[in-house]
T-cell receptor, first 114, second 114 residues
Framework: NAGVTQTPKFQVLKTGQSMTLQCAQD?????MYWYRQDPGMGLRLIYY???????DKGEVPNGYNVSRLNKREFSLRLESAAPSQTSVYFC?????????????FGAGTRLSVL | GQQLNQSPQSMFIQEGEDVSMNCTSS?????WLWYKQDPGEGPVLLIA?????ELTSNGRLTAQFGITRKDSFLNISASIPSDVGIYFC??????????????FGKGTKLSVKP
């Protein structure tokens, strides 16, 4: 069972470079999310998509853009990477039903910006 | 903004010991979730709680949804080496007009006693 698949698993960028992190889920979930995880900070929401065709900002959206390509795929783009964006990025999806928002996570993308 | 205070930040376990951790907030949540993260992996759901006062078990794990809806705790009985990892609490709340987003605690790191 694939669940939530993220690519790439690792990436090193130079300051100013751009890249797109890919995420796909095969659970027919309506909602998808992007988080970043930094030491001692837990998981912080960057952007989310409650349903196909909609996206909204989370707690830390600055420096990022997202695209909900279809129901399965939700990508995160860094237009001009900065060292402060060095982090582990997680994609998640859920079949959000009112308060029952159980999110399933991918294995993460470890990004270093030099 | 919403905040979850998770404690302890870290603890050492010896095989066979019971372990307790908790999350508190000044805000009310509709749902509490407990996740575990192994090194190099994404968080995996352990227990979901939907009603104030609810007590739910999953094997050696037991979690409770506080009566005030502002706290939750997780107990692990008779710990084993594979319990090592980072445990996160998460609360479901309304965010930006879209129902059901999560906010995470900063995690409790379980390590084996040297």
């Amino acid at each position: 069972n694939a669940g939530v698949t993220q690519t790439p698993k690792f990436q090193v960028l130079k300051t100013g470079q751009s890249m797109t992190l890919q995420c796909a889920q095969d659970m027919n979930h309506n909602s998808m999310y992007w988080y970043r995880q930094d030491p001692g900070m837990g998981l912080r929401l960057i952007y989310y998509s409650a349903s196909e065709g909609t996206t909204d900002k989370g707690e830390v959206p600055n420096g990022y853009n997202v695209s909900r390509l279809n129901k399965r795929e939700f990508s995160l783009r860094l237009e001009s990477a900065a060292p402060s964006q060095t982090s582990v990025y997680f994609c998640a999806s859920s079949l959000q039903e009112l308060a029952k928002n159980i999110q399933y996570f991918g294995a993460g993308t470890r990004l270093s910006v030099l | 903004g919403q905040q979850l205070n998770q404690s302890p930040q870290s603890m050492f376990i010896q095989e066979g010991e019971d372990v307790s951790m908790n999350c508190t907030s000044s805000s009310i949540f509709n749902t509490w979730l407990w996740y575990k993260q192994d090194p190099g992996e994404g968080p995996v759901l352990l227990i979901a709680l939907y009603k104030a006062g609810e007590l739910t078990s999953n094997g050696r794990l037991t979690a409770q949804f506080g009566i005030t809806r502002k706290d939750s705790f997780l107990n692990i009985s008779a710990s084993i080496p594979s319990d090592v990892g980072i445990y996160f609490c998460a609360g479901v709340f309304n965010y930006g007009g879209s129902q059901g987003n999560l906010i995470f605690g900063k995690g409790t790191k379980l390590s084996v006693k040297p």
